[in-house]
């Protein structure tokens, strides 16, 4: 039995060795749901594995519609803007949808391509349906992180928001009197007081506390 | 003053003296329409544009308070039209568009001939004798759906796109995926979309109308159908055989034979 063949003496060996690969049991088999639907009307084919998930039989699903095996929000959801996708573009890709099941529903990645049917009518999808009952988990979890984190983002900033208020209304109102009264102090105290010198010294550091707020408030407007 | 060219990506192409502005629905861009554009191009002039956050539409023009009802959408369709200095028009929106050409033909009626609805509804969400076809759950679940689609997207990737002028197919390809540019934009006009009660505008509309209706559609059951030709004046009922939501992507053949006759166009 040859290990490494090339692609076309597989199909080769298929014609002559129906046991060598057996497509239609990769077909059935394969970990993924398989299935083929003309895209305004019913299924064609369903593999074994996705009508194992779906717990029904094949003469149960043949004819009925693809968005039959969806739940309500994902008929709403391929209706909306999965169909017309696959109209305009030929393609989609890692769609989550739910798909209903005797027991409920799981959640599943589904991709399609669109093909033109060669007898007229309308495009056949070939479909592949992932399920994604873990990953959904993880992903749940990710997106209640970043809800979380939006909202924990939009506290902080309303919480900036009034230290910036504070800081520039509060805080700068009776600096701005301070920095106001100490000409007034200058004027009426010699020129040559040693307490000038020290009123000089009370100005630069308030102008200098003032500039500070200035930029914490500038910091804090900036981040919200 | 605003750019509503721009804006709206507007597009104005064909021939012919008598115009057809095309409102595409929700979760859509004017790329829905390409079907009906082939046919009519010939004989009118055919004015195409994108929602405000949806298609290559100006995000930057994006506004929360204006688009939080349909009036707003209403308003840039006015706007359109007064741009292009276009009357007596005939209108074709999909789905929740209709009632954003009810409320537009409301407010300017010369603005109007005729109006074409596909697949609209009024109100969605049931509301006691009245069947919207959706509960409160289901648009809860899409929701949940739309957010988990485009967990892959949003955050990091969105402002990516819009500035990576040197790989376009970066954008093209999320477009591609989800016929929208912006998904806080896209939750926000579904959330627009299947709240909104626009059941009074119906008895408000003096212009004449055209319903296509789905044989089969979850988010317009028959019953809206009909409690549409009972309440507008002067609307007209067309059935289809086509199912689903988007027959003039679906069926375009049976959508623009219904059209044709509707304004006697051979």
């Excluded at chain 1, 049917?117 to 009952?133: D, L, P, R, W, Y």
């Amino acid at each position: 039995m040859p290990i490494l063949i090339s692609y076309n003496n597989l199909f080769m060996e298929k014609e002559t060795s129906d046991d060598f690969i057996d497509f239609k049991s990769l077909y059935n088999t394969a970990p993924c749901g398989l299935l083929i639907f003309e895209i305004n009307g019913p299924i064609i084919y369903i593999n074994q594995t996705l009508l194992k998930w779906l717990g029904v039989g094949e003469k149960e699903i043949v004819n009925k519609n693809f968005t039959d095996i969806l739940d309500r929000a994902g008929v709403m959801y391929y209706e909306l803007f999965v169909q017309p996708i696959l109209k305009m573009h030929q393609e989609v890709k890692e769609i989550n949808l739910n798909i209903k099941t005797p027991e409920g529903a799981f959640s599943c990645l589904f991709n399609g391509v669109a093909v033109n049917k060669q007898a007229g009518g309308g495009e056949i999808i070939n479909a592949t349906i992932f399920k994604v009952e873990d990953r959904k988990k993880y992903e749940n979890e990710l997106l209640l992180k970043r809800t979380k984190a939006e909202e924990e983002k939009q506290l902080k900033s309303k919480a900036l928001q009034e230290v910036a208020f504070d800081q520039s209304h509060l805080v700068r109102a009776p600096l701005a009197n301070i920095l106001g009264l100490i000409p007034v102090l200058q004027q009426m105290i010699h020129k040559d007081n040693e307490v000038n010198q020290v009123l000089t010294m009370l100005q630069q550091s308030a102008s200098k506390l003032d500039n500070q707020i200035r930029s914490i408030v500038n910091k804090a407007n900036l981040n919200t | 003053m605003t750019d509503v060219i721009k804006r709206n990506n507007v597009r104005v192409i064909g021939e012919g003296d008598q115009a057809i502005i095309l409102a595409h629905g929700f979760g859509c861009s004017q790329n829905v329409w390409r079907n009906l554009v082939a046919v009519y191009k010939t004989k009118f002039k055919l004015i195409l544009f994108d929602f405000v956050g949806a298609g290559q539409s100006d995000l930057e023009a994006y506004d929360s308070k204006r688009y939080s009802s349909l009036d707003g959408y209403a308003k840039d369709v006015l706007e359109i039209l007064e741009a292009l200095n276009i009357k007596n028009t005939l209108f074709i929106g999909h789905s929740v568009s209709s009632m954003i050409g009810v409320k537009a033909a409301i407010a300017q009626p010369s603005y109007f001939k005729k109006l074409i609805f596909v697949s609209p509804s009024p109100c969605y969400i049931n509301d006691e004798e009245y069947i919207g076809g959706l509960d409160k759950e289901d648009l809860n679940n899409l929701l949940e759906l739309m957010d988990s689609n485009y967990l892959g997207w949003s955050s990091f990737l969105a402002p990516q796109v819009m500035g990576n002028l040197d790989r376009p197919e970066l954008g093209e390809e999320l477009v591609a995926n989800f016929c929208a540019t912006d998904p806080d934009i896209a939750k926000e006009f579904a959330r627009v979309t299947f709240l909104s009660d626009n059941r009074t505008d119906l008895e408000n509309l003096q212009t004449e109308s055209l319903t296509l209706q789905c044989s089969k559609d979850i988010l317009a059951p028959l019953a809206v159908g009909y409690y549409i030709e009972k309440k507008a004046k002067n609307n007209t009922l067309k059935i289809l055989e086509a199912t689903g939501h988007c027959p003039h992507l679906g069926a375009p053949e049976e959508v623009i034979e219904a059209i044709n006759a509707y304004i006697n166009f051979v």
